[in-house]
């Protein structure tokens, strides 16, 4: 193992960095994607230096295939830009480069730095604008916790750490590089992501990250809602969410996402409503482990479901027909839902589906003769046989819920015993596609009207 000097935070703190050589670390060049490393060689090719940085190397580190890979380059945006045809570049608060290959993304940043005066901040502290270069020893230092601030140079083979990342790793250690409280501050999504990595890594925060959380956490009200849901579809959906959702309550951060959810699990921390999204979580996390489509619907469905329960017995008291109280019960639950965490309409639209379809899957089992009364994700009402029903594009998903409510004891196991006949175990081939989320989900980039009204000429 080499060591060598070097500077930190524009050259006024002095720090070490390790070189780690493969000896030690044991990753050899051929770990690095393809894509990656033919970007990398680019790069060094055209004079600048180039690294493989983050999650990528802790995850070689722990002996696990990286999901991507991303790359850190003393390269200007423009000067990535102009060296790879098939690229763009992305970003307002910090510009970055796509390079995209067929099938793949990789990411680009350039070395982060600058004095802080130089970086645009909110009133909180939060960074609103962060298009500052600098070296490789400042842009350690920008980066969040220390087992994600590793670089490695494929060429030589070397790991090259600042703050003693690969101790962090080796010790199971979730570790925030900096001062906690105004690493958080600088983008509070930073505590959803501690939470992510204890989960998805079984890091254990340090104490300092855990008191930082729990100081900081209602900055998480800063944060754009469309930003917010899809962290928290990485948190729930991305294969440990049972364990996520511990590490959102163990650090105090369910209340900011959805304080009605969190009141209600902190009144009753076991029951029927633990039970069904337990089991709704579990079965998202089986089919990420065998490679299966998941449908962040189902997993909103599932959370929601019991406060549905309680918004829709609320209207029927009040004299309400079922159905409309159904339809109101839905709009009162997500809009509370929506609060912090943005919800995509089309997403809105299967919840309601799966919903809808619980009473009438309850209500007409075992009554196959028998036409049945539906209501859409459009609240519009029909009528359709029974081989309609099982033909609707969200009844094996309303089907799999209706056997989690079973499993949970909210129901009889018999309900799901007579619909799974019809509707055996989804497998990869068989599950109605999610489209890609588009700005409109979320309330943004509605077309314009044209106006159609013709000018007159003047005679």
């Known amino acids: ?15 070490q960095a390790r070189i780690i050589d493969l000896a030690e ?33 802790r995850d070689l580190l722990l002996g696990r295939k990286p999901k991507d890979f991303d790359i850190v380059t003393n390269a200007r945006p423009e000067e990535v830009k102009r060296l790879f045809r098939f690229s763009r570049i992305i970003g307002r608060r910090f510009r970055i480069v796509h390079v995209i290959f067929h099938g793949e993304v990789i990411e680009v940043t350039t070395f982060r730095g600058g004095d802080a005066d130089q970086i645009a901040r909110g009133s ?16 350690v230092f920008r980066r969040d916790f220390g087992c994600n601030a590793l670089y ?47 989960a998805k890594l079984d890091f254990k925060p340090t104490a300092e990250v855990e008191r930082g959380v729990r100081q900081c956490r ?66 998202t996390d089986n089919r990420v482990a065998n490679n299966l489509p998941v449908n962040p619907a189902f997993l909103l469905a ?47 639209d299967i919840i309601r589906s799966i919903w809808a379809l619980q009473s009438e899957l309850e209500h007409h089992c075992g009554q196959t003769g028998q036409r049945w009364r539906v209501v859409n994700a459009d609240n519009h009402t029909s009528t359709m046989p029974p081989e309609n029903l099982t033909e609707a594009k969200w009844f094996r998903a309303a089907v799999d819920f209706l056997c989690l409510r079973a499993q949970a004891g909210e129901l009889s196991e018999s309900v799901c015993s007579f619909w799974r006949q019809y509707a055996p175990e989804r497998g990869a081939q068989d599950e109605p596609v999610v489209a890609a989320l588009t700005a409109e989900d979320f309330g943004k980039g509605k077309p314009r009207r044209r106006n159609r009204r013709r000018s007159r000429r003047r005679g």
Not at 1 to 15: H, I, L, R
Not at 124 to 139: A, L, Y
């Open 152 to 198: 490695y140079h494929p060429g030589r083979e070397q790991i090259v750490d600042f703050v003693d990342g690969v101790a962090d790793i080796n010790a199971r250690r979730l570790h925030m590089i900096g001062d906690v409280t105004t690493r958080f501050a600088e983008d509070p999504v930073r505590m959803l992501r501690a939470a992510r990595f204890a």
């Open 218 to 283: 209602d900055l998480l009200t800063q944060v754009a809602p469309a930003r917010l849901y899809d962290e928290t579809i990485k948190l729930l959906q991305g294969g440990q969410g049972v364990a996520s959702l511990f590490w959102l309550q163990r650090l105090d951060l369910l209340e900011p996402l959805f304080p009605e959810l969190d009141q209600a699990l902190k009144k009753q921390p076991e029951g029927i409503e633990r039970a069904l999204i337990d089991g709704v979580l579990q079965a």
């Open 302 to 348: 599932g959370l929601f479901w019991r406060r549905l329960c309680a918004a829709r017995e609320h209207w029927l008291v009040q004299r309400v027909p079922p159905d409309d109280a159904l339809i109101l019960a839905a709009d009162e639950v997500l809009a509370q839902a929506a609060r912090n965490v943005m919800i995509p309409r089309r997403l809105a």
């Open 1 to 15: 193992m080499n060591e060598t000097s070097t500077s930190a935070q524009s050259g006024s703190v002095p720090a």
């Open 124 to 139: 909180e502290g939060m960074i609103t604008r962060d298009n500052v270069f600098g070296r490789i020893d400042e842009d």
């Open 25 to 57: 670390h044991g990753i050899t060049a051929d770990k690095i994607g393809e894509n990656a490393r033919w970007v990398l060689t680019r790069l060094e090719e055209s004079g600048f230096e180039a690294y493989a940085v983050g999650g990528c190397v």
